[in-house]
């Protein structure tokens, strides 16, 4: 940098010599209380059944999600979020509304086991549908979609389930029009007006998702999920069903997926600064550097923790990861 003469030479790399100072003016900081911990559970005993595209998860059997609960909080880790797969499919999810199905018993197991770990539970009908797609299907429209409205009064009955289970937050995720409103009334109707709604608010259609479909057994039988979740190519249009979200009384805010989506982070929450607001660093971002790691090709906790804090430097508050116990490990 050249002198003019007049004012002295502005030098940053001042703030950057002693490792204390950068510390000090350092702007964005990763917590492992920030993170939000994905858990896959299924029925049966003893059962540890790897992911393979997901290295260091497993669909776990409801009999080991005790232990599984107690690691994670000796870890410092404060939340998790639970997908089940269910024993049986069918045409309306019907499993996933039943007070002994997959979740609610998973909720119990958690909750007994260490009762001061957050539990969310992800409301959806992809596990639980034989066709694989987030709601019920007709084909009223002219071709087979998703049925929005009959949908809506399925996934309260979802969320009442896991809010007599003893869900602590309810996180619908199926992208259907009015249900954060749909849901928020069930609840409130129901007693659980003190159960808060995290909305999966601007959801994308990603191929982001393909790790997480073999883990939870979820991929649709026919079409995609395009006539409900967003165009990857839209950002304007998420601030829309944000805005809608947060009209219907949704109480925390997500943006799913991350990474390639820091653009909508940054903007939601210059939106809405006083909404909490997450993101999803979903499966798809955890197996790329995963892969690329064990190739040799990367460093895994260097990347991991850039990647993290580039998603709260956006704007998120929290994040749902994968990464959570490697972060809580690597920080200890
Ligand atoms: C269910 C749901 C999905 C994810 C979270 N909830 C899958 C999907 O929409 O197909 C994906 C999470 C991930 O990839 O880690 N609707």
């Given at each position: 940098m050249s002198d003019s003469g007049i004012f002295p030479t502005v030098r940053l790399r001042r703030l950057r010599q002693h490792p204390v100072l950068r510390e000090m003016v350092r702007e964005t900081e990763l917590s492992v209380r920030d993170l939000i911990l994905p858990l896959f559970v299924r029925t049966g005993s003893n059962i540890r059944q790897p992911i393979s595209s997901m290295p260091g998860h497993a669909q776990l059997s409801l009999d080991l999600l005790a232990e599984e609960a107690r690691e994670v909080a000796a870890l410092g880790i404060p939340a998790v979020i639970l997908f089940g797969i269910p024993d049986q499919k069918d045409a309306t999810g019907s499993g996933a509304c039943r007070d002994d199905g997959i979740i609610p018993r998973a909720v119990q197991a958690v909750k007994q086991a260490v009762p001061e770990l957050l539990v969310m539970t992800d409301v959806c009908f992809c596990e639980y549908t034989d066709h694989g797609h987030c709601g019920v299907v007709s084909d009223r429209t002219g071709r087979p979609d998703v049925d929005n409205d009959a949908t809506l009064k399925l996934l309260v009955d979802q969320s009442l389930a896991h809010a007599r289970a003893g869900a602590d937050v309810i996180a619908?995720?199926?992208?259907?029009?009015?249900?954060?409103?749909?849901?928020?009334?069930?609840?409130?109707?129901?007693?659980?007006?003190?159960?808060?709604?995290?909305?999966?608010?601007?959801?994308y259609s990603s191929g982001f998702y393909g790790p997480f479909r073999e883990a939870a057994e979820s991929a649709p039988q026919f079409g995609d999920r395009a006539s409900y979740q967003m165009d990857p190519a839209n950002a304007d249009q998420a601030l829309r069903e944000v805005a809608l979200d947060v009209a219907e009384g949704a109480d925390i805010l997500m943006v799913k997926p991350a990474l390639s989506y820091l653009d909508v982070i940054y903007r939601v929450k210059q939106a809405h600064p006083g909404v909490p607001l997450a993101a999803y660093n979903v499966s798809g971002e955890y197996a790329m550097v995963k892969a690329a790691a064990a190739n040799g090709w990367i460093d895994e906790r260097r990347v991991t923790l850039e990647i993290l804090t580039s998603i709260k430097r956006a704007g998120a508050d929290m994040i749902l990861t994968y990464s959570a116990k490697d972060v809580a490990r690597w920080v200890k």
């Open positions: 619908p995720s199926g992208m259907m029009d009015g249900f954060v409103g749909a849901v928020r009334q069930g609840l409130d109707a129901a007693g659980f007006e003190h159960i808060p709604i995290l909305s999966y608010a601007a959801k």
